[in-house]
């Protein structure tokens, strides 16, 4: 597995996922949305479609690059959350300094994607992890806390 290697020796990845593809299918909807109508309106100006496309596709890249490249997974020691492709940005937090597993679910992410945030407070505030937009966040904590085997 291509996450082996961001991994110890003697650890095992038991859990692993990524942001939810409820979340990213609304986006890709919406930013679609938004950029046809507006080139759709302004289709009379000589070369604003052309610019609105290419703002588009750009606008598309960027959420895109968040949905494939964030993976998050866990061991028995420790949770990690990894973002990026071309510069890659790796966070961990050991399970004996994590103090508190907080889930958060906002209105329309709860009624309409079920899906939320899992943050990770650890008794160092610079090593705290945020999971965003991960589906069935509730499910994803007790899977968690069943592989740190946490009360």
């Keep these: 597995m291509a ?21 990213f299918t609304m986006q890709v909807i919406l930013i679609t949305l938004f950029f046809a109508a507006f ?21 598309l890249w960027y959420r895109s ?8 997974f866990v061991t028995e020691d420790k949770i990690y ?23 958060r679910q906002g209105f329309l992410a709860k009624l309409v994607f079920d899906m939320g945030t899992i943050k990770f407070k650890t008794a160092t505030t610079d090593s705290e992890i945020e999971l965003k937009n991960v589906a069935d966040p509730f499910k994803r904590k007790k899977q968690i806390e069943a592989v740190f085997a946490l009360p």
Excluded: C
């Excluded at 991994?7 to 979340?23: A, D, R």
């Excluded at 968040?66 to 993976?71: A, G, V």
């Design 3 to 23: 996450l082996d290697k961001y991994i110890g020796p003697n650890e095992t990845i038991h859990l692993s996922f990524g942001m939810s593809i409820q979340y």
């Design 39 to 59: 080139a759709w309106f302004m289709q009379g100006v000589p070369y604003f479609v052309w610019i609105i496309t290419i703002a588009g596709v750009a606008a």
């Design 65 to 72: 690059h968040f949905f494939f490249t964030t993976k998050y």
């Design 81 to 103: 959350k990894k973002t990026g492709i071309f510069w890659t940005k790796l966070q961990s937090s050991k399970d004996e300094e994590i103090e508190n597993i907080e889930v």
